[in-house]
């Protein structure tokens, strides 16, 4: 089964960039998402890496090294509306989605 | 539809009494996940279904919970006699794959249960 561990809380600054790490033990690596979830609301599909190396997609980022088990979520020009939880969830073969618990980022003026 | 949709929004039951939620899956979408999520954004993976067949249970308590998906009807979850414990948000997602597809799975907007 997976271990997935990622920050509690971060805070940053509007217009900053934030980093956000995860890391993960698993067998039968088959995929890494991002999800952002507001207070109150469904999580949301930010990103996803199945091979090593960078993914883009405008303010978001998102990285995956398999060797090292780790992957992280960058967000760019940071705005309050990124005030939310970002989950990292591990796909294991054929195995449902499994969630780290979050990390719940504030951005503050 | 293009959304997941869950009813209801909100649930709240006293101590052994019976809940029932229901979700009804993005059309062409044959895979339906449940994940029940508690204090501090731990998502638990309950059961899921392939069309009206269960995929993976591993998740499921084995008491007091059973779920179902039956042809064109939304799914459901229910729980029997309801504990303090079972307070959480319940997620319900589709997919068209087993492993989700590369935009992972969709979510509803969830049913809150409160249970009192």
């Known amino acids: 089964g997976q271990n997935i561990d990622q920050p509690t809380e971060m805070t940053a600054t509007e217009g900053a960039i934030v980093q956000i790490n995860c890391t993960y033990q698993?067998?039968?690596?088959?995929?890494l998402f991002w999800y952002q979830q507001h207070a109150g609301e469904a999580p949301t599909f930010l990103s996803y890496?199945?091979?090593?190396g960078l993914e883009e997609k405008g303010r978001f980022s998102s990285f995956l090294s398999r060797s090292k088990g780790y992957s992280y979520l960058l967000l760019k020009e940071l705005q309050m509306k990124d005030s939310a939880s970002y989950l990292c969830?591990?796909?294991?073969?054929?195995?449902?989605?499994?969630f780290g618990k979050g990390t719940r980022l504030s951005v503050i003026a | 539809g293009e959304e997941v949709a869950q009813t209801p929004k909100h649930l709240v039951r006293g101590e052994g009494q019976k809940a029932k939620l229901y979700c009804a899956p993005i059309?062409?979408?044959?895979?339906v996940f449940w994940y029940q999520q508690v204090l501090k954004n731990e998502f638990k993976f309950l059961i899921s279904?392939?069309?009206?067949?269960?995929?993976?249970e591993t998740g499921m308590p084995k008491e007091r919970f059973s779920a179902k998906c039956l042809p064109n009807s939304p799914c459901s979850l229910e729980i029997q006699a309801t504990k303090l414990e079972d307070s959480a948000v319940y997620f319900c997602?589709?997919?068209?794959?087993?492993?989700?597809?590369?935009?992972?799975?969709?979510f509803g907007s969830g049913t809150r249960l409160t249970v009192v």
């Open positions: 997602a589709s997919s068209p794959s087993s492993q989700g597809s590369r935009y992972g799975y969709t």
């Open positions: 698993t067998s039968g690596f088959n995929g």
């Open positions: 890496n199945v091979l090593d």
């Open positions: 969830a591990v796909r294991e073969g054929n195995t449902p989605l499994v």
């Open positions: 059309k062409g979408h044959s895979y």
């Open positions: 279904f392939q069309n009206e067949n269960v995929f993976d």
